[in-house]
């Protein structure tokens, strides 16, 4: 769990197959602000041992309610990308939030999406690449066209990465136990409207998304929680963090001032 900063609790959550150190160059940038934690989540790499499976998604949000609990935390502000947005949004709903920033949250879909068996593809086969290549991938890495290519569902410029922060990319795939458990419960659940929203609510959206693309999941996120600021990031994919941890770090701030 990455934990630096005073003030108030901002708290931030990462989406499936990834750690909570996917937060690590936004981090230090919010830490003047509030006192920022990057938990690992349940069944990923770092994070809490499944007691019981299959996990649903519910158990993500009550481990992630859980830590408030014993972080002594009653409200804080929230942000989180992809599955951690959809568990902003949730926690919220439990009470649990001041504000929220959502990235590209997961769950903005009709139980009929016509996306699914894209998105779990591609999460599947991070998942499957990362674990078969893993003793290449010191090599491979080297190469920023590989890093651009490898990223490509999910960054712009993969390129930018650093060998290092990709490495704990493909670790932190490898590392998630419960993918297959998130992707047979998610087929069914979705986020449920929330209006009015309980708290100031930001939806932020990747604006070159390929999992959810904005024109479609932005704009049904919009219908679920009608309330919410609705902003979109220009020039990043689906997770952020690895494109422009400064343009994550504002639009945070923005949303929780």
């Excluded at 937060?23 to 809490?48: D, F």
């Excluded at 019981?52 to 519910?58: D, G, N």
């Excluded at 992809?82 to 949730?90: A, K, P, R, V």
């Excluded at 990319?169 to 009015?196: K, M, R, V, Y």
């Amino acid at each position: 769990m990455l934990r630096q900063g005073d003030g108030e609790p901002l708290v931030l959550f990462h989406g499936v197959l990834c750690a909570g150190r996917v937060w690590r160059h936004v981090v230090p940038l919010l830490a003047a602000h509030y006192e920022v934690i990057a938990p690992t989540e349940l069944g990923h790499l770092g994070g809490k041992d499944c007691t019981a499976r299959p996990v649903s998604y519910e158990d993500v949000v009550e481990d992630a309610e859980h830590l408030l609990d014993e972080l002594e935390i009653d409200k804080a502000h929230l942000a989180g990308n992809s599955l951690g947005g959809w568990t902003s949004i949730e926690l919220a709903r439990r009470g649990r939030a001041k504000t929220v920033c959502a990235l590209s949250p997961a769950g903005a879909w009709n139980r009929d999406w016509d996306d699914k068996d894209r998105l779990y593809n591609v999460l599947r086969a991070a998942h499957r690449d990362a674990r078969r290549s893993r003793r290449l991938l010191p090599l491979l890495s080297r190469s920023a066209r590989f890093r651009r290519w490898a990223l490509s569902e999910v960054a712009v410029h993969g390129d930018r990465v650093s060998q290092a922060d990709y490495l704990d990319f493909a670790d932190d795939a490898i590392g998630c136990s419960i993918l297959e458990d998130i992707i047979a419960d998610t087929a069914e659940a979705q986020l449920a409207p929330l209006d009015p929203p309980p708290c100031p609510i930001t939806l932020a959206w990747s604006g070159e998304d390929r999992l959810f693309p904005v024109d479609v999941y932005g704009a049904r996120a919009q219908e679920m929680i009608p309330g919410a600021r609705f902003v979109v990031l220009d020039g990043v994919g689906h997770v952020p963090m690895y494109d422009d941890p400064k343009l994550v770090a504002d639009t945070i701030l923005a949303a929780s001032p």
